[in-house]
Nanobody, 125 residues
Framework: QVQLVESGGRSVQAGGSLRLSCAAS????????MGWFRQSPGKEREFVAA????????NYSDSVKGRFTISRDNAKNTAYLQMNNLKPEDTAVYYC??????????????????WGQGTQVTVSS
């Protein structure tokens, strides 16, 4: 079983930066891909970024490409999402998720079988 705990969400002004962290339990963290998703009120949960098991491959949604960076530290069992040049439309609850079957990092929400509880990011204009 994998437990994921996000942290780092808070309120920030447009143009600011935040780094979200996702701490994972268990010794198998380095063997599976990780993803970040977000959900705004009234909207479906959407893909943000994903990273392969070894960090060698990353994948981003068009809306965050060039502004967000996903990374991982397998020695610390932690994944990160660095968010720069934040915009009000980035306001959402951000979730990290583990894909234990694929090593590559998918944008498909159905690939992920373990989820954190979410952390709120609010960007004001």
């Amino acid at each position: 079983q994998v437990q994921l705990v996000e942290s780092g969400g808070r309120s920030v002004q447009a143009g600011g930066s935040l780094r979200l962290s996702c701490a994972a339990s268990g010794r198998a963290f380095s063997s599976y891909a990780m993803g970040w998703f977000r959900q705004s009120p009234g909207k479906e949960r959407e893909f943000v970024a994903a990273i392969s098991w070894n960090g060698g491959t990353t994948n981003y949604s068009d809306s965050v490409k060039g502004r967000f960076t996903i990374s991982r530290d397998n020695a610390k069992n932690t994944a990160y999402l660095q968010m720069n040049n934040l915009k009000p439309e980035d306001t959402a609850v951000y979730y990290c998720a583990a894909d234990r079957l694929s090593k590559d990092g998918s944008s498909w929400i159905g690939a992920y079988d373990h989820w954190g509880q979410g952390t709120q990011v609010t960007v004001s204009s």
